[in-house]
């Protein structure tokens, strides 16, 4: 079984971000949870530059970015994972508390690969995060050349 | 009148300025360009003289030292020896030199009549005394035995309007005469040279005989001499009016030929160069006179126009749509032009004023003007019948038109209409004979009086009238511009508000949803993982919890139902059928238990945004399934109508109903007429169908008794037909 790959989870704001690990505490999920505060420093982990420059190698499983970010907005960090040839793999989910329409359909322009409005009702916050972890860092099978890179 | 132009116009064939001859009344010289040579010289130059042409040249030369130093066009002197006047002016690099017999000077007596009469025509109140005064006193000075005051018309018909003589020849007071009479090269020859004099229309014409190389004589253009030798045509008229001298002068009123002063007589009749001047004297005071009362009353007239023009700017002001402002002042506006009708037209609005024709002769009138030149912006006529083509008249009665274009754009115009006015004419003869012998037009041989009805025209347009009405279309255009700016700025102003307005609901729908889900997920994490609090603490919680859930469900609520105002609609076809079905299907979790007659007709399909009115169909029915929780046996029917509107959809309930008194509450935001304890909600789901219907370009009505019902209907435009 290849090694399991790390969540890395972009979120500013320190209760969402309480509450977003406390759901995926919950779901019992082996892997790694990275936690960026804002769009540079996620940028920084997935180029190994910057603070996260002497990580071990290897991309995450799954991003969880929010939409709004200091310094580089979320809408920023997908745009540059998708258009970079060795980043467009790394599957990213948009989590935002925003129903707007144009963020929608910016992202899925960008390359999004789901986008999640934060439900209001905890449980359903609970269970979307838990789908979402469970989904993206267990069930989803990457590009097997991928798979051989993450995993040696 | 179009007719009359017909018979006598073949007159203009003839080029009179080029005779090749002169009358014998007096002698010619053409020089050469440095007046050294002779060229030319008339026949009669000894009888007339005295002298050849070189044996008088040593007296003249002096003259034309004289004259080239002056640098003058024309130059007059009178020599001594022989005795003779002289007059000289050059044309196409010729010097035409004549010569006369030397009149005696003016008598002083004639010079003090002069005087006065200059005096009386600035002091005479009246135009038509100062015209019979100058008839009479031309007659006095020259001896003819008729003087006439002849004024053109702008088509150049001529009417007889001063008159003085001994009673030897005819009255022609009052009388018409067609165009065709004075052909247009003759009244041409009229402008340049204001005096002509015809001693006897029985003369033989002098030839001239060529001193230079160049032979032919009909070569040298006589517009400027006096003693040009006139054509058989006119001499021959002459005959038939039965006078055999005659003498005209111009009049010429700001550069323009107003009119002749026309003398003539039975016998043939001399008149010298002095007294012939003496006349242009006369005939130039009452052309100033003539000017000065047509400018008094071009400001007097404007002066009016001003105040009229002033009263329809204010009510153009006024109006929220200028055209509406002008036909809302019709006096002015007819007042202006001193029409009988006027219209207001652009693509989408008629607005008549007084008499003015049915809408679709004006339109088809100005779709022509537009056609003929895109740059046609006005468009002047007293006699639209005969400028348009068979057709094109208007059956009303209207025959001047003053159209002006207003905007090219919206291709608005504004057009003035007067009515016809039939006036009798009384003509010189009848100017339709047309009078051929062998081939040729011969003047007219009869001079009866000949009356004609005149019709087909309106009274013509004034000059202060069309100025006027240029000016009012710059006012309009000005206004029109002015609101147009004005709107423009509105609406940036409304873009940039709109704009603020959408980065506030962006802001909101991020920041102020986020802390209403920390508070309902915190508040869960506390209650699961404190096992032993107390009941009352578990309700405060839960409190805490659902307080914060509602006001997220409000937060979106508000959201959708700001996005509805600037969201674009779709416009396909709906089935309705479908959508309620789906809503129904939606709804399972919160019908589960409960007993609900449902009564769905099959509804027609609209044309509309789907995911909009999927909305619409949800709320009502959520609403029809909440209010109806109470009831045993709840019924809810659906069902439409095709009205002459559109499509009348409906939904009805057995629920709690609601107080027809609070009606008008009921679509407006936040409105609730029930306790929130009773029936959840946050007040905005019917203002949202409100709003989606009206989007569609339909409405919403409800009808209700308290503890009855309600029934809710909206409408929807028909489908366009396929």
């Known amino acids: 079984m290849p090694e399991l790959r790390p969540i890395l989870l ?80 790394v ?60 995993g040696d | 009148m179009s007719g009359s132009q017909s018979d006598l116009d073949f007159c203009a064939r003839e080029p009179i300025h080029v005779p090749g001859a002169i009358q014998p009344h007096g002698s010619l010289l053409v020089l050469d360009p440095a007046g050294l040579d002779v060229l030319w010289a008339s026949a009669n130059f000894k009888a007339i003289t005295g002298r050849t042409p070189l044996e008088l040249f040593p007296s003249v030369e002096a003259a034309l030292r004289a004259w080239r130093a002056s640098g003058a066009h024309a130059y007059r002197a009178r020599l001594q020896n022989p005795e003779v006047d002289m007059a000289a002016h050059a044309h196409q690099g010729r010097a035409i030199v004549e010569f006369e017999r030397s009149a005696p000077f003016l008598p002083n007596a004639l010079l003090s009549r002069l005087t006065g009469f200059a005096q009386q ?105 006096q003693l040009r030798s006139v054509s058989p045509v006119h001499l021959e008229y002459m005959r038939n009016m039965g006078t055999l001298s005659s003498m005209s002068i111009s009049v010429m009123v700001d550069g323009k030929l107003w009119g002749l002063l026309s003398c003539h007589s039975r016998n043939a009749h001399h008149v010298t160069s002095d007294i012939r001047e003496a006349c242009d004297f006369v005939v130039q005071s009452l052309a100033m006179r003539i000017s000065a009362d047509s400018r ?11 105040r009229v023009h002033t009263k329809l700017l204010a009510a153009m002001a006024q109006a929220d749509r200028w055209d509406e402002g002008l036909a809302g002042t019709p006096g002015a506006l007819l007042e202006l032009t001193r029409a009988d009708g006027a219209a207001v037209l652009s693509q989408n609005s008629y607005l008549p004023v007084g008499e003015a024709p049915e809408e679709h002769q004006v339109r ?87 009356r004609e009805m005149v019709r087909g025209r309106s009274a013509p347009w004034h000059p202060a009238e069309i100025a006027a009405a240029r000016d009012l279309r710059a006012s309009i255009v000005e206004i029109v511009l002015k609101k147009a700016e004005q709107l423009a700025r509105l609406a940036a102003d409304l873009q940039k508000s709109n704009r603020e307005l959408e980065a506030f609901s962006y802001s909101i729908s991020h920041d102020l949803r986020a802390p209403f889900r920390h508070i309902v997920g915190f508040s869960q994490l506390l209650t699961e993982r404190e096992k032993n609090l107390g009941e009352r603490s578990r309700h405060y919680l839960q409190m805490i919890s659902d307080s914060a859930l509602a006001a997220g469900d409000l937060v979106d609520d508000l959201l959708t139902f700001s996005h509805l105002g600037r969201a674009a609609l779709s416009a396909d076809k709906v089935d309705m059928n479908k959508l309620v079905a789906e809503v129904r299907r939606g709804l399972a979790e919160e019908t589960a238990g409960r007993t609900i007659v449902w009564q769905v007709d099959d509804l027609p399909a609209a044309t509309g945004d789907a995911t909009l009115l999927r909305q619409v169909w949800y709320n009502l029915i959520d609403n029809a399934v909440k209010y109806t929780r109470l009831r045993e046996e709840a019924h809810i029917e659906i069902s439409a109508v095709l009205t002459d509107q559109g499509i009348l959809y409906r939904i009805a309930d057995n629920g709690v109903g609601f107080d027809m008194a609070y009606k008008s509450k009921l679509f407006g935001v936040f409105q609730r007429l029930q306790r929130s304890e009773d029936f959840e909600g946050t007040g905005i789901g019917l203002a949202l169908i409100r709003r989606i219907v009206e989007r569609h370009g339909g409405s919403v009505d409800a009808i209700g008794t308290v503890d009855e019902g309600a029934c809710f209907t909206f409408s929807l435009p028909a489908l366009p037909e396929e």
């Open chain 1, 10 to 89: 972009v979120e500013d704001n320190p209760r969402d971000l309480e509450l977003t690990l406390t759901a995926l505490e919950k779901c019992q999920i082996a892997n790694d949870i990275v936690v960026a505060r804002d769009g540079a420093e996620a940028l920084d982990f997935l180029y190994l530059s910057g603070s996260h420059a002497a990580r071990d190698p290897g991309d995450p499983a799954v991003v969880l970015l929010d939409l709004k970010l200091p310094k580089v907005d979320g809408l920023e960090v997908l745009e540059k994972v998708k258009r970079d040839e060795n980043l467009r793999h």
């Open chain 2, 364 to 450: 088809s009138l100005v779709a022509r003007l537009s056609q003929q030149d895109a740059a046609t912006d006005s468009y002047i006529t007293d006699s639209i019948v005969s400028e348009v083509p068979h057709d094109g008249g208007f059956n009303d009665g209207t025959c001047g038109v003053l159209a002006l274009r207003i905007s090219e754009v919206e291709d608005s115009w504004l057009v003035w209409f007067r009515q016809e006015v039939v006036k009798t004419v009384t003509w010189g003869g009848d100017p339709h004979k047309v009078v051929r012998e062998s081939g040729r037009i011969h003047p007219r041989k009869s001079f009866e009086a000949w």
């Open chain 2, 121 to 225: 025509m600035t002091a005479t109140e009246e135009l038509t005394d100062g015209l019979s005064a100058t008839a009479r006193l031309i007659a006095d000075l020259t001896g003819f035995d008729r003087a006439l005051v002849y004024r053109f018309d702008t088509d150049w018909n001529g009417h007889v309007v001063a008159e003085a003589g001994n009673g030897t020849l005819p009255s022609y007071l009052d009388l018409r005469f067609p165009a065709a009479d004075i052909p247009a090269q003759a009244r041409n020859l009229y402008t340049l040279n204001r005096i002509r004099l015809i001693p006897d229309a029985n003369y033989t014409p002098v030839p001239l005989t060529a001193f230079g190389e160049e032979c032919d004589a009909g070569a040298i253009d006589m517009t400027f001499t």
């Open chain 2, 296 to 306: 008094a009353e071009t400001a007097a007239l404007g002066v009016e126009l001003a």
């Open chain 1, 91 to 150: 599957p990213v989910v948009m989590l935002t508390s925003s129903r707007e329409e144009q963020d929608l359909v910016k992202s899925y322009q960008l390359g999004v690969n789901a986008f999640v409005v934060k439900p209001v009702e905890f449980n359903q916050f609970f269970k979307a995060i838990q789908d979402l972890g469970v989904f993206w860092a267990l069930l989803n099978e990457p590009p097997p050349k991928l798979r051989q890179v993450g």
